[in-house]
């Protein structure tokens, strides 16, 4: 936990860096879907169920340029060719067990008032 204030602007804050990491709808469900283990394209399909291929184009080129993901090509292997796989970098293994399940755990236990009608104060 950061025990200082953000830097001057509240625009740099550490807070700021954290959020862009679930600021695309479908960025903490891939991660959350590569939780379960390595996962080729169509797997990852199914695992994303509503997902388009335009998300499952884009959302995984995003995690792999901030280092969250690392996808492995089948031509690099000894056997028979297997496609492309998707995985969870160390860093993305990090956030995926930590930050991520905890924000999960978080809305699972207050679903009832993230759903419900607004209270009034």
Partial sequence: ???GP???FVSDCQVRAAAE???HVWDPVVISALRMG?????ELLTRLAGASDKVLTRTPRRLRARGLVVRDDGANQASA????VYRLSALGESFANGPLAYLA????DNQDRLTGEPTTS
Avoid: F, N
Wanted: with cysteine; glycine share 10%.
């Fill in 38 to 42: 390595s996962a080729r394209r169509r």
């Fill in 6 to 8: 953000c830097r001057t």
């Fill in 21 to 23: 990491l679930v600021g």
């Fill in 105 to 108: 755990q978080w809305a699972a």
């Fill in 1 to 3: 936990m950061l025990d």
């Fill in 81 to 84: 060719p297997t496609g492309t």
